[in-house]
């Protein structure tokens, strides 16, 4: 059974730092792709970022370039969004998805993840 456990979401001021967690189980890490995804209330869920493992192609937000950053631990089964410079409108629910073998081009789209975490929240304060 393909699991999917984040964590690491909190309260931080803007310009702060914090790093979320994806600890994935249940699959061959290697064979899928990651991807981080957020929904702030009112909205939609919208894609942030993804890493395909068995090329380490990624994809970021333009919202998000140059202040997060993906990467994953294999051995731990486990991949990271370090979020630098955090801003209010950041604020949201975090979802890491996997998915097998996904094209490039969907990365970002959110209907290809057929697998999903339960979330972790993530406030920015001004």
């Known amino acids: 059974e393909v699991q999917l456990v984040e964590s690491g979401g909190g309260l931080v001021q803007a310009g702060g730092s914090l790093r979320l967690s994806c600890a994935a189980s249940?699959?061959?890490?290697?064979?899928?792709?990651i991807g981080w995804f957020r929904q702030a209330p009112g909205k939609e869920r919208e894609a942030v970022s993804s890493?395909?493992?068995?090329?380490?192609?990624?994809y970021y937000a333009d919202s998000v370039k140059g202040r997060f950053t993906i990467s994953s631990d294999n051995a731990k089964n486990t991949v990271y969004l370090q979020m630098n410079s955090l801003k209010p409108e950041d604020t949201a629910i975090y979802y890491c998805?996997?998915?097998?073998?996904?094209?490039?081009?969907?990365?970002?789209?959110?209907?290809?993840?057929?697998?999903w975490g339960q979330g972790t929240q993530v406030t920015v304060s001004s």
């Open positions: 890493s395909r493992h068995w090329d380490d192609i990624t």
């Open positions: 998805a996997a998915a097998k073998g996904i094209l490039r081009w969907r990365l970002r789209d959110a209907r290809f993840y057929p697998y």
């Open positions: 249940g699959f061959t890490f290697d064979d899928y792709a």
